[in-house]
Nanobody, 126 residues
Framework: QVQLVESGGGLVQAGGSLRLSCAGSEYTFGRYAMGWFRQAPGKEREFVARITWSGGSTYYTDSVKGRFTISRDNAKNTMFLQMNSLKPEDTAVYYC???????????????????WGQGTQVTVSS
């Protein structure tokens, strides 16, 4: 059964914006910390951003700081990734994921996350 579903990907020109959404349920979203990852062809899955269950703390990989914003709406069991000033190197399949643990010192690793969506394609043309 699909537990997390991403949407909002597409084809945009460099400098454009997209807003990705990740829809879950009270059982797959709940009080879990959430993260966004991306994977380009031939490359390993890469950490993009993380948000704590309350939304009080956020973390970003250096390459997206100042351009991407992660947020969540717990009442609707939904997480978002606002992507501005997109670059061709942002092209990848983007995945949302849930971390059920209470403490994850290696939250930049995909191994820290238990529940994954199917991914949504983001393509940025130059």
């Amino acid at each position: 059964q699909v537990q997390l579903v991403e949407s909002g990907g597409g084809l945009v020109q460099a400098g454009g914006s997209l807003r990705l959404s990740c829809a879950g349920s009270e059982y797959t979203f709940g009080r879990y910390a959430m993260g966004w990852f991306r994977q380009a062809p031939g490359k390993e899955r890469e950490f993009v951003a993380r948000i704590t269950w309350s939304g009080g703390s956020t973390y970003y990989t250096d390459s997206v700081k100042g351009r991407f914003t992660i947020s969540r709406d717990n009442a609707k069991n939904t997480m978002f990734l606002q992507m501005n000033s997109l670059k061709p190197e942002d092209t990848a399949v983007y995945y949302c994921a849930a971390d059920r643990s209470t403490y994850s010192p290696t939250f930049e690793s995909p191994l820290s996350y238990d529940i994954w969506g199917q991914g949504t394609q983001v393509t940025v043309s130059s």
